[in-house]
C-alpha cells in the first residue's frame, strides 16, 4: 500500500494573495537549471501541486511554490511556483512573501541580506529585506528584464469585437486591457464578469500573437494572463486585475504585472527611470514599481524594475494526503 504523504508549509500572503511555500515532505528534485526542474515537476510532482492548490486543502485561486537548490554559483536559493493549472515562470508577490517568510523563518542561508540571490524559471532576481529586529518590514526586488512585445494591438474577442491590447513581458507574458474600453470596473461585486472577460481576451490574444523571448527558450513563451488597466484610489497611480492560469484572479497588484506597467510607460514616455509608481490591486492594496535601470533584452528596449511590497506569515501547516482517500488528487468548484 502507498504510504500516506505528509507535506509540510508555511503560509503567507502578499498584499492578500496567498502563497504556500513547501517546506517539507518532498524529495530534492532534480535539474541542472531551474526551468529544468520545472520541467520535472510537471512530469513528476501533479500529485502534490494538485493536493496543495485544490480544493479540499486549496481553492481555486490558491497560490503556493516549492524551494529547490539554487542552479547559480551564487545563487541563494531556488524556487517553482504552483497555480490551479500548473507552474508560472516568474511572481512577484511570491518573490516578497519568500524574501519575508525565507528570513524570518531562517529556510535557506543568505550570504547579503541586501541582495538575496534568488533562481526562477524567468531568470535572477534579486531581493532585499527592510528590517526591525527579526521582522521583515518589507521587500525590494529587482525582477528580470522587462519589455514591451506588442503595442496598441487590436484582437477580436467573440461577443467584445477588437479589443485593444499592449502585450509586455515582466518574468512572464501579459496582455494589458483598459477595463473602461471593455466595459468593467475593476471592483470585487465586478469579479465574474472580470473573469470571464479575461479568459476570453486571453485565449483571443495567444491565438493572434506569436510570443517570442529573447532567451529562445519556448517554456517562456505563454500568455499568463490578462490585466485589466483602471483609476485608482487617489493619490495612487492607478489599479491592475490580474485573471491568469484557469480563471484565477490575483488579489495584488501582481508583481510581475506592475513590472510590465513600468515597461510600457516608459517606452510611452510617461515614467522616467528612478521615479516611482504606487499600484494597487482590487482590495485596495499597494505595491510600489520604478524603473531602475534601462537594459536590452535580445532586440527589445527593456528596463530593470524594482518591486516594493509587504507580506505576513499566516500559518503553518502540515497537510495529509491519504492513498486511499478518492478525492485525494484535488477538485475546484467554483
Not at 256 to 278: C, F, K, P, Q
Request: aromatic share 6%; glycine share 10%; hydrophobic share 40%.
Amino acid at each position: 500500500m502507498t504510504a500516506q504523504l505528509r507535506i509540510r508549509t508555511i503560509d503567507a500572503h502578499t498584499a492578500g494573495e496567498p502563497l504556500r511555500i513547501v517546506t517539507g515532505g518532498i524529495e530534492p528534485i532534480p535539474g541542472e537549471t531551474i526551468l529544468a526542474k520545472r520541467r520535472f515537476a510537471r512530469e513528476h510532482l501533479e500529485h502534490v501541486r494538485r493536493a496543495l492548490m485544490l480544493e479540499p486543502r486549496g481553492h481555486a485561486d490558491m497560490y503556493g511554490c516549492i524551494l529547490t537548490e539554487p542552479t547559480t554559483e551564487d545563487g541563494d536559493v531556488g524556487v517553482l511556483f504552483l497555480h490551479n493549472e500548473g507552474y508560472s515562470t516568474m511572481c512577484g508577490h511570491g518573490i516578497i512573501a519568500l524574501a519575508t517568510v525565507g528570513l524570518e523563518q531562517r529556510l535557506f542561508a543568505v550570504r547579503d541580506e541586501s541582495a538575496i540571490r534568488i533562481d526562477t524559471p524567468a531568470g535572477r532576481v534579486t531581493a532585499r529585506a527592510d528590517r526591525d529586529g527579526e521582522r521583515v518590514r518589507s521587500v525590494t526586488f529587482e525582477n528580470v528584464p522587462s519589455f514591451v512585445f506588442a503595442p496598441a494591438l487590436d484582437v477580436p474577442v467573440p461577443d467584445l469585437g477588437a479589443v485593444r491590447c499592449d502585450v509586455a513581458f515582466g518574468g512572464a507574458f501579459y496582455a494589458y486591457v483598459d477595463a473602461a474600453s471593455v466595459g468593467l470596473d475593476l471592483e470585487a461585486r465586478e469579479l465574474p464578469r472580470i473573469i470571464d472577460h479575461g479568459k476570453r481576451i486571453k485565449h483571443a490574444v495567444a491565438e493572434a500573437c506569436a510570443l517570442s523571448h529573447p532567451s529562445g527558450d519556448a517554456d517562456l513563451e505563454f500568455l499568463y494572463g490578462v490585466i485589466f488597466v483602471g483609476p485608482a484610489t487617489a493619490p495612487r497611480h492607478s489599479r491592475n486585475v490580474c485573471v491568469f492560469a484557469d480563471g484565477e484572479v490575483d488579489r495584488c497588484p501582481t508583481g510581475t504585472g506592475v513590472s510590465g506597467r513600468a515597461a510600457i510607460h516608459h517606452a510611452r514616455g510617461e515614467l522616467a527611470v528612478g521615479d516611482w509608481i504606487t499600484i494597487e490591486s482590487v482590495l485596495g492594496t499597494p505595491f510600489d514599481v520604478r524603473a531602475a535601470a534601462t537594459c536590452r533584452a535580445g532586440t527589445h528596449a527593456a528596463i530593470r524594475p524594482e518591486v516594493r511590497g509587504a507580506a505576513h506569515t499566516t500559518g503553518f501547516h502540515e497537510f495529509l494526503v491519504d492513498p486511499e482517500d478518492p478525492l485525494r488528487d484535488g477538485f475546484l468548484l467554483r
